[in-house]
T-cell receptor, first 112, second 115 residues
């Protein structure tokens, strides 16, 4: 049982490049979300989804896009990377938004 | 504004000692409160989840308490071990009263266990 799988674990991008962070879960969870974690800031919600075909913005959505074409996958796209997007990104999933959430291992992104 | 405040920000204790971490929240309406453990370089892992009607919940050496009237929770760690060194995050689920998805996160308590 893999749980929540994030790839890649580490990534270095140049300013202006685009990339997609992958997130997949094998627990048939309806709810999935993306967070970024910065020192002293705690976890901040970027985007979330309550089911396939449904996405919504979180607290810090600017510069990021998401889609949810299947229940299993919830990729996060950086359109034009900026140094301010240097952070650790976590994907999470749960049966519903108000049930226990399971987190992936994180993607450490550096934008130079 | 919905908030989750954790204290202390950081704590250092000797191996074998007990400690208590605090979480105060203003989220309303309230659905549940969760404690997560996050090891350095890893994703958060759930320790407990408590609803309005639950006052105490244990997970091994971890015991969480909830006072929904005063909107306070605590996480007590008994007989600490070196592996307890981590950040502990309190999260309150409050439906539309919380963050955009109904979850409000605390900034965490960084716990260091010294041998």
């Amino acid at each position: 049982n893999a749980g929540v799988t994030q790839t890649p674990k580490f990534q270095v991008l140049k300013t202006g490049q685009s990339m997609t962070l992958q997130c997949a879960q094998d627990m048939n969870h309806e709810y999935m979300s993306w967070y970024r974690q910065d020192p002293g800031m705690g976890l901040r919600l970027i985007h979330y989804s309550v089911g396939a075909g449904i996405t919504d913005q979180g607290e810090v959505p600017n510069g990021y896009n998401v889609s949810r074409s299947t229940t299993e996958d919830f990729p996060l796209r950086l359109l034009s990377a900026a140094p301010s997007q240097t952070s650790v990104y976590f994907c999470a999933s749960g049966m519903m938004v108000n049930t226990e959430a399971f987190f992936g291992q994180g993607t450490r992104l550096t934008v130079v | 504004k919905n908030q989750v405040e954790q204290s202390p920000q950081s704590l250092i204790i000797l191996e074998g000692k007990n400690c208590t971490l605090q979480c105060n929240y203003t989220v309303s309406p309230f659905s549940n409160l969760r404690w997560y453990k996050q090891d350095t370089g890893r994703g958060p892992v759930s320790l407990t989840i408590m609803t309005f009607s639950e006052n105490t919940k244990s997970n091994g050496r971890y015991t969480a308490t909830l006072d929904a009237d005063t909107k306070q929770s605590s996480l007590h760690i008994t007989a600490s071990q070196l592996s307890d060194s981590a950040s502990y995050i309190c999260v309150v689920s409050g439906g539309l009263g919380g963050g955009a998805d109904g979850l409000t996160f605390g900034k965490g308590t960084h716990l260091i266990i010294q041998p």
